[in-house]
């Protein structure tokens, strides 16, 4: 009876939902972004980069940023999937738009990106911040790098830099190499040490410091050397990215176009990397890169194919999942060799790396652990610029029922003999005990 009301119990349990929590539309690309600007004069000067958008299947809004109509939600649901802010010097958004507004975008799972300049205001700093960056206070500071800044800057300020810091990520920065340094003129920024979500994709030398260009250093400036982020990005625990950087002219046609030549380097580039970093970058914020889905998660006995309601203990089990990344056009089988499953109580019971078939099939099999209960087949995956995938499946696991076990166990032979053995010694004792005079 009691063996009958626990295999109910586990039933019940098993109907219970799969919990999968990682953002996987059908088309990740098929979006709209607002993109707000301080004046429309930007969208020409930028056209470079917001065309780039456009000829990848997004929908762009040009709003100024303290237009009386600005809204990113109504009656519950978000209009926009991504937000750009060309808008330094605004001091305060139009309409319903206001920094917990942005920040409620962000965590709905949202894309933003953030350009700044020698102009931010308060806001847009406080956005940054909310976001694990803090831009230099002094507000007149830019970026100066008397050893890599670039030869065309005939300003003689070398706040022109050269930058080409690079992070050695594929799925960031794109498999092919950005050859020429990426012209940078703005503030700078650090990057939040209780924020581990938060990553320099574009550092400023060692030799860089921030400061006012147009006046004498008194005291050492506050951000120096590799401690300068000049663009970096964040992927929250909901997988909503964010892209930040102080320089508003990093996006510009001008500085897109523009030849560089790094000072000390005799090599000469007819065009900056720019583009092709923006570019790339933009690409991973937007979900066109590193962005993965797990599908038909699956479970069964060793040998059979239909998933089973409740397993037992000592069982022989086949765990498979798929898993696909988005190219920016299709699903793609995702390959990696460092994917693991845990079946888990507690704590983890049994943890296992999973094969590949190199076609997005992830498996492997194991026996289940001599301990009954209510398990999770458990997957949490994460890893450098892909977004997170963490979902679970309940597997409930009974012990044997009471003929299930073994008659004779070849470990409890010397029991066995002990007993048969005192069996016969008590026997021959009464014969010798009655019948010996």
């Keep these: 009876m009691e063996m009958g009301k626990l295999n109910v119990f586990f039933a019940a349990i098993c109907l219970l939902p799969v919990v999968c929590i990682s953002f996987s539309p059908e088309n990740p690309t098929d979006r709209r972004i607002l993109v707000l600007l301080d004046d429309f004069s930007i969208k020409s000067s930028h056209s470079i980069f917001f065309n780039s958008l456009k000829s990848r299947g997004f929908d762009l809004d040009f709003m100024l940023a303290d237009d009386s109509k600005l809204a990113l939600q109504r009656y519950g649901h978000y209009l926009y999937d991504g937000l750009i802010l060309f808008s330094?010097?605004?001091?305060?958004?139009?309409?319903?738009?206001?920094?917990?507004?942005?920040?409620?975008?962000?965590?709905?799972?949202r894309d933003l990106i953030i350009a700044a300049d020698a102009s931010a205001s308060d806001l847009i700093r406080n956005i940054a911040t909310e976001c694990g960056v803090d831009f230099d206070e002094d507000p007149s500071s830019m970026v100066i790098d008397h050893r890599n800044y670039a030869i065309s800057d005939v300003q003689g300020d070398h706040t022109l830099i050269a930058a080409d810091?690079?992070?050695?990520?594929d799925v960031i920065l794109g498999k092919t190499k950005i050859e020429a340094p990426v012209l940078f003129r703005g503030i700078g920024h650090?990057?939040?040490?209780?924020?581990?979500?938060?990553?320099?994709?574009?550092?400023?030398?060692?030799?860089?410091?921030?400061?006012?260009?147009?006046?004498?250093?008194?005291?050492?400036?506050?951000?120096?050397?590799?401690?300068?982020?000049?663009?970096?990005?964040?992927?929250?625990?909901?997988?909503?990215?964010?892209?930040?950087?102080?320089?508003?002219?990093?996006?510009?046609?001008?500085?897109?176009?523009?030849d560089v030549q790094k000072s000390g380097s005799p090599k000469k580039y007819e065009k900056s990397g720019n583009q092709q970093f923006v570019?790339?970058?933009?690409?991973?914020?937007?979900?066109?890169?590193?962005?993965?889905?797990?599908?038909?998660?699956?479970?069964?006995?060793?040998?059979?194919?239909?998933e089973a309601a409740i397993y037992r203990i000592k069982d022989d089990l086949e765990f498979a999942v798929e898993i696909y990344e988005w190219s920016g056009k299709s699903w793609e089988p995702y390959v990696a060799d460092d994917v693991q499953v845990q079946f888990y109580?507690?704590?983890?019971?049994?943890?296992?790396?999973?094969?590949?078939?190199?076609?997005?099939?992830?498996?492997?099999?194991?026996?289940?652990?001599?301990?009954?209960?209510?398990f999770q087949f458990k997957v949490e995956y994460e890893k450098l610029g892909y977004t997170t995938l963490s979902f679970s499946k309940q597997a409930p696991v009974r012990p044997f029922k009471h003929n299930e076990?073994?008659?004779?166990?070849?470990?409890?032979?010397?029991?066995?003999?002990?007993?048969?053995?005192?069996?016969?010694?008590?026997f021959i004792f009464s014969i010798l005990f009655l019948y010996n005079k």
């Excluded at 507690?346 to 498996?363: A, E, F, H, N, R």
């Excluded at 070849?410 to 002990?418: E, L, N, Q, R, V």
């Design 88 to 109: 330094p010097s605004t001091e305060r958004f139009g309409g319903s738009l206001d920094l917990a507004a942005v920040i409620d975008f962000v965590d709905s799972g």
């Design 165 to 169: 810091d690079f992070l050695q990520s």
């Design 190 to 258: 650090s990057l939040n040490a209780a924020n581990t979500l938060v990553l320099k994709v574009l550092s400023a030398s060692p030799a860089a410091y921030s400061a006012n260009p147009s006046s004498k250093l008194s005291n050492p400036p506050q951000l120096t050397g590799i401690a300068i982020s000049l663009v970096s990005v964040m992927q929250a625990r909901n997988n909503a990215r964010v892209m930040i950087t102080g320089s508003l002219d990093l996006f510009s046609n001008r500085l897109f176009r523009s």
């Design 279 to 306: 570019t790339e970058v933009s690409k991973w914020v937007f979900h066109e890169r590193g962005h993965l889905k797990a599908v038909n998660l699956r479970h069964n006995k060793v040998g059979e194919t239909d």
């Design 345 to 374: 109580m507690m704590s983890p019971y049994v943890l296992k790396m999973l094969s590949t078939d190199q076609k997005g099939l992830y498996y492997t099999t194991f026996k289940v652990p001599d301990v009954y209960g209510v």
């Design 405 to 426: 076990y073994e008659r004779f166990i070849t470990t409890a032979f010397p029991y066995y003999g002990a007993s048969f053995t005192t069996m016969a010694g008590f």
